[in-house]
């Protein structure tokens, strides 16, 4: 079964450090990898996406990604962290054929310590 | 412009009742999607509605479950005999055509339905 595995639950981490957020897919076919952001009673946000071309991707609020497709990864890289950056993190994978159905993982919560 | 809107944002019911949630997508966008997020997961899909056809209502999890879009933009997603594990925060988004061009989905504050 296709699936979207994220490591690490919760992920506390201080002001001004870096951080990675761990995202691992299984998949033998083409995929279109995601991560989406969900600030505390807010809607999900999409942070930064990878369809195709150069591997490193770059979002919004200074986040980036890395795509490797050898170790079927995906993750999520800032190098300094804010407070506002507290929130619940979301890898997702669109398989290709599966026309825009989203399968994601189940979060990683990203607590920045002042 | 607006963002997808849904509502209610909070539904309390008890065991047994029938329920209706409703999606107003972006304009213009013809592809909406229905998810829901159990407590400590992720989003799971449950249908995909190209225009006024689903697509692919491969998520629904059983016959108590039915999602509508008569018009080809609003749309309902209905639940019969609601049970305690129905429980959830149901998403909705939306994109403009369903096709490669973005695979951007955005997403509604859901609806947090409570079963008794």
């Known amino acids: 079964a296709q699936s979207v595995t994220q490591l690490d639950s919760q992920v506390p981490v201080f002001e001004e450090a870096p951080v990675e957020l761990r995202c691992n897919y299984s998949s033998s076919v083409s995929v279109y990898l995601f991560w989406y952001v969900q600030y505390p009673n807010q809607g999900l946000q999409l942070l930064l996406k990878y369809l195709s071309g150069s591997t490193l991707v770059k979002g919004i609020n200074g986040f980036e990604a890395e795509f490797n497709k050898s170790q079927t990864s995906f993750h999520l890289r800032k190098p300094s962290v804010h407070i506002s950056d507290t929130a619940e993190y979301f890898c997702?994978?669109?398989?290709?054929?599966?026309?825009?159905?989203?399968?994601f993982g189940i979060g990683t919560k990203l607590q920045v310590i002042p | 412009g607006a963002g997808v809107s849904q509502t209610p944002s909070n539904k309390v019911t008890e065991k047994g009742k029938y329920v209706e949630l409703r999606c107003d997508p972006i304009?213009?966008?013809?592809?909406l999607y229905w998810y829901r997020q159990s407590l400590g997961q992720g989003p799971e899909f449950l249908i995909y509605?190209?225009?006024?056809?689903?697509?692919?209502d491969s998520g629904l999890p059983n016959d108590r479950f039915f999602a509508v879009r008569p018009e080809g933009s609003v749309s309902t997603l209905k639940i019969q005999r609601t049970e305690r594990g129905d429980s959830a925060v149901y998403l909705c988004?939306?994109?403009?055509?369903?096709?490669?061009?973005?695979?951007?989905?955005?997403f509604g504050p859901g609806t947090r339905l409570t079963v008794t």
């Open positions: 304009s213009g966008h013809t592809a």
């Open positions: 509605f190209q225009g006024t056809g689903a697509a692919d």
């Open positions: 997702a994978v669109i398989y290709s054929g599966g026309y825009q159905k989203v399968t």
């Open positions: 988004a939306s994109s403009l055509d369903g096709g490669p061009s973005t695979y951007e989905q955005y």
